[in-house]
């Protein structure tokens, strides 16, 4: 099991930048993906980015790609998400998730953490 806490959010004017963390603890040695989704009141949660524990390879959503920077330092188990160009609809809960080896989809997941962009 791997236990997750993200901190970072809070409140930042459109154009503006703001960096989220998620640290993992427990079963680090089994991280395979780390990933950040996002979720609004009525709405489901979507994919943010996601990067590969080991080879540093990643992948961003169309609507964030260009302006959010998804990046982890394996050796503080930390995952990070540099956002920049922050626009009113990028405000959400934004949450970390991890799957480890041998599993097939996100199954430990953090508490969240609000992000709010004032236009």
């Known amino acids: 099991q791997v236990q997750l806490v993200e901190s970072g959010g809070g409140l930042v004017q459109a154009g503006g930048s703001r960096r989220l963390s998620c640290a993992a603890s427990?079963?680090?040695?089994?991280?395979?993906?780390m990933g950040w989704f996002r979720q609004t009141p009525g709405k489901e949660r979507e994919f943010v980015a996601a990067?590969?524990?080991?080879?540093?390879?990643?992948s961003y959503a169309d609507s964030v790609k260009g302006r959010f920077t998804i990046s982890r330092d394996n050796a503080k188990n930390t995952m990070y998400l540099q956002m920049n160009s922050l626009k009113h609809e990028d405000t959400a809960v934004y949450y970390c998730?991890?799957?480890?080896?041998?599993?097939?989809?996100?199954?430990?997941w953090g508490q969240g953490t609000q992000v709010t962009v004032s236009s």
């Open positions: 998730a991890a799957r480890t080896r041998g599993q097939h989809e996100f199954r430990s």
């Open positions: 427990g079963r680090t040695f089994s991280l395979d993906v």
């Open positions: 990067i590969s524990w080991s080879g540093g390879s990643t």
